[in-house]
């Protein structure tokens, strides 16, 4: 056991936890002002309910002994027997430390969700959803790719923080929400549009920042693959946005403060099952491609296709995380980390082929799973609110709250909080 190891991923874990304030902020910035409380509750009950589900049960499905290559067995339920002794996944780190390591994770990868689902869902029902989608999609997931025995690690997949298991999954499933949920009720007016760019960029601050824990963490020691990662995860960030704006220059004749906030973070998601396997000059490659494909999914894509990706959940972490998991096919060296293995251009064309299946394997297990549960949600309690609720907006329906209640007038103080308030 190494103390050293076992500080620097405890850091870790609160770097991550911190990132999901920075989705919360990033998404509240996003929004209309009269659904900026809905937003970030939205993602801040994920935090309460996965800390929750990850100790009875998510822990044990995703790291338990392997039970047919799918799905972890029950020995972790309950957080039972991970303690201080060192567990399976690190010969430095007690178990318990890898569990709240990979808590974090577990937590932001459903958070993300919201940003394809914003303004127009029931939170009762967004609540059972995510219970449900965290332990029937999320963890088995986590278990094929880095559960001992799952079978995209035995495969040879590479995913060094998540790409397939968070952002690809997460994506697809944001997608999917969209599109079984249905446009906007005002989608397409002049009206949609971000309310408050500061938070936008003080979420992306946040998120950054926490993601050298997410990056940087996951080579689970203070080691040089670790500094590779951090490394690696600043470059392709800083050059993923300078991508996007380059291309939204072109395209509009201006460079906005969101869409360059919107870049950094495509270049975060990007490098995350890459940073721990290329080199810094390949992440200056991988990321600047990833901010320009996410803002043409971001924008062109989806405006032809025609879904209500509210927050581009999908065009950010669905587009951006497959990117990022086949380029660590092209770019991915030994060289840089012994435990992993060489890409296209270190004369391994191999392993593009298998970062395909597992992008493949997510996609279509995400996918499907996150529309059976939709529908079942949907069926047993409703998902989506009221035409009336959507235009008044959910902080004041569902909440009574608002975030900037002086900009309300007496009217819809009165409507909102009743009269007693209004006066």
């Given at each position: 056991m190494s103390a050293g190891d076992t500080a620097w991923i405890l850091a870790s874990s609160a770097l991550v936890l911190l990132m999901t304030p920075g989705v919360a902020f990033f998404y509240g910035g996003l929004v209309r002002t009269k659904n900026v409380i809905t937003t970030m509750l939205q993602v801040f009950a994920v935090i309460l309910v996965v800390s929750i589900q990850w100790v009875v049960i998510g822990?044990?499905?995703?790291?338990?002994?392997?039970?047919h290559h799918v799905i972890g067995g029950l020995k972790f339920f309950m957080f039972h027997g991970v303690g201080a002794a060192v567990g399976a996944y690190s010969s430095t780190l007690p178990a318990s430390v890898f569990g709240i390591f990979q808590l974090m994770f577990a937590i932001i990868t459903p958070a993300l969700i919201v940003g394809g689902l914003a303004e127009r869902v029931k939170f009762s029902s967004f609540l059972v959803f995510i219970v449900l989608w965290s332990t029937i999609i999320y963890d088995p997931l986590a278990h094929w790719v880095w559960g001992q025995g799952g079978w995209l690690g035995k495969l040879g997949v590479l995913d060094f923080a998540g790409g397939t298991v968070v952002h690809i999954s997460s994506g697809v499933a944001g997608l999917v929400a969209a599109i079984y949920l249905g446009k906007r009720a005002e989608h397409g007016s002049?009206?949609?549009?971000?309310?408050?760019?500061?938070?936008?960029?003080?979420?992306?601050?946040?998120?950054?920042?926490?993601?050298?824990?997410?990056?940087?963490?996951?080579?689970?020691?203070?080691?040089g693959v670790s500094a590779n990662a951090f490394l690696t995860t600043n470059t392709a960030t800083a050059a993923s946005a300078l991508g996007w704006m380059l291309v939204e220059k072109l395209r509009t004749g201006h460079v906005t403060l969101v869409g360059a906030s919107a870049g950094a973070v495509a270049g975060l998601v990007a490098i995350t099952p890459a940073a721990g396997f290329v080199s810094p000059g390949s992440s200056i490659i991988l990321g600047a491609v990833g901010g320009m494909i996410c803002y043409y999914a971001s924008t062109l894509m989806k405006a032809k296709l025609g879904y209500?990706?509210?927050?581009?959940?999908?065009?950010?972490?669905?587009?951006g995380g497959t990117w990022g998991a086949i380029a660590t096919?092209?770019?991915?060296t030994t060289a840089v980390n012994s435990s992993g293995a060489n890409g296209l251009f270190s004369g391994h064309p191999q392993q593009v082929l298998l970062q395909i299946v597992g992008?493949?394997?997510?996609?279509?297990?995400?996918?499907l799973g996150s529309y059976v549960l939709l529908k079942v949600v949907d069926l047993i309690?409703?998902?989506?609110?009221?035409?009336?609720?959507?235009?008044?907006?959910?902080d004041y329906t569902l909440h009574k709250e608002s975030a900037y209640p002086e900009q309300l007038s007496a009217d819809?103080?009165?409507k909102i909080f009743g009269a007693e308030m209004a006066e």
């Open positions: 822990y044990t499905l995703a790291f338990g002994p392997d039970v002049s009206s949609i549009k971000a309310h408050n760019v500061p938070f936008v960029v003080l979420g992306t601050a946040l998120l950054w920042f926490g993601w050298f824990g997410f990056n940087a963490g996951s080579a689970l020691a203070a080691n209500d990706d509210a927050l581009d959940a999908f065009g950010g972490h669905g587009i096919g092209l770019f991915a992008v493949a394997a997510t996609w279509v297990f995400s996918g309690m409703g998902l989506r609110v009221t035409r009336e609720e959507e235009l008044l907006g959910l819809d103080k009165a």
